[in-house]
């Protein structure tokens, strides 16, 4: 069997457990679990809608990463792991940060090498990562108090919560800031964006942007 059989079979098993989860949590009566599921139902079929527009195409291994963080969040939610084992927030807070800071090293190594009013040192781009990946999970605790405060869904329980969660996105952050330059090593940054198809569509938007 060959490798796009996998990927694709993959994709599919996801997106079904996805779609179980999303009527689970409706036929349930769980609004919130069941709209988890359909966000994250719309969130894993992204790296599939980039790829038909080719627009750029997501390397499989961070796609599966894509499906492992938002179906273990979903699932999570649904059988309320979150409430009876205390590091589940912890583990997907990892997770989810972690593929943040994948995308945001790869979003920096592009705009690094595409446009020449832009440039990040090599030895300062873990710095880059980390910043962008604590200012995220910032970004995420102000939407989840906001939406505590407005919709009384309780997803920050206390201080402390709070707290922790902000360093285990840091602690993610700091996991591909280490592991990132040391990948490029052993991999080039030409085949990476030779493999994302990411070049067309990056001159395209710098041509843009120098446009305007």
Not at 30 to 37: E, H, I, K, V
Not at 60 to 69: D, G, P
């Amino acid at each position: 069997m060959s490798r796009a059989w996998w990927e694709r079979s993959l994709s599919y098993l996801f997106q079904a457990l996805l779609l179980v989860m999303f009527l689970v949590g409706l036929f349930g009566g769980d609004l919130y679990a069941a709209g988890s599921a359909l966000f994250g139902f719309g969130f894993v079929s992204i790296p599939w809608f980039l790829k038909r527009e080719k627009i750029m195409v997501i390397p499989f291994e961070l796609t599966l990463w894509v499906f492992i963080a938002v179906s273990l969040h979903t699932f999570g939610v649904v059988v309320k792991l979150y409430d009876s084992i205390w590091w589940w927030d912890k583990l997907t807070h990892f997770l989810s940060t972690s593929l943040i800071a994948i995308f945001g090293f790869i979003g920096f190594v592009i705009v690094d090498k595409y446009t020449e009013t832009i440039s990040f040192p090599p030895r300062f781009l873990p710095f880059f990562i980390v910043v962008f990946v604590s200012a995220m999970g910032v970004l995420w605790e102000i939407i989840e108090f906001i939406l505590d405060s407005s919709l009384g869904t309780h997803m920050q329980y206390s201080l402390s919560d709070t707290a922790t969660d902000l360093v285990s996105d840091t602690l993610g952050g700091l996991a591909i800031a280490a592991i990132g330059p040391l990948y490029l090593r052993y991999r080039s940054l030409d085949s990476l964006i030779q493999e994302m198809n990411v070049e067309k569509t990056a001159k395209r938007l710098i041509r843009r942007k120098q446009r305007t």
